[in-house]
């Protein structure tokens, strides 16, 4: 497949949109860009810096002072988010950010200002990125669109396992808690909230495993560019 295109999965937290993206960037030589990480990082500044989120003044400082970039982990091949020059990566998936990070995504100016930076990193297409707001906001005129869902209580399975790897006291209501907190603000804030976009096609893979998912999102592929 010769021509380039943009393809966007947005869909509820933990449902595996990055785990897909990443599939589809590996086979296809295409960049991934994971959105939610540029939310978490910023909210990681916010809170290291005591940013006052209510106050657009202190808000539109903070964001003037933020530089968001990506680098490839040569190690792991994966893709990296650097906060100022600093390897965040790690750091923005703890639970602190994620308790947070939905309230500083409803923010005008905070969106504002990561859809732009999207939207440069796009431009050369040949990239594949995952979010709530990708293929609505984003970009709307990307050739390939997934909206990806799982039932509830298998997304907090998924989720719990992979943060007990990093805290054993974590408890499985916390994240449940998490996940439906983050799952309402998302889908009922005022600007760019979590929708399907009326011509994404919706991958449920509560039933399915990670290689079929792959072949199903690359036979859709195949489909649009043939
Ligand atoms: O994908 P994630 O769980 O890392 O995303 C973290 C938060 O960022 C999520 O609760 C909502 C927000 N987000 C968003 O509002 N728009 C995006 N395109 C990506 C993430």
Redesign the pocket.
Known sequence: MKKKIVITIDGW?SCGKSTLAKQMAKALGYVYVD???M??AITLYFLRHHIDWTDTTEVNTGLKNIVLQFHRNEKSGQSEIFLNGENVEYVIRDLVIAEK??DV?TIKEVRTFAVAEQQKMGKKKGIVMD????GTTVFPDAALKIFMTADISVRVERRFKEMFEKNPNITIEEVKNNLEM?DYI?SNREVSPLRKAPDAIIIDNTNISMEQQLKFALELLKAICS
């Open positions: 937290s959105s939610g990480a939310y978490r990070v939905s995504a979010g709530r707001d990708i983050r998302d």
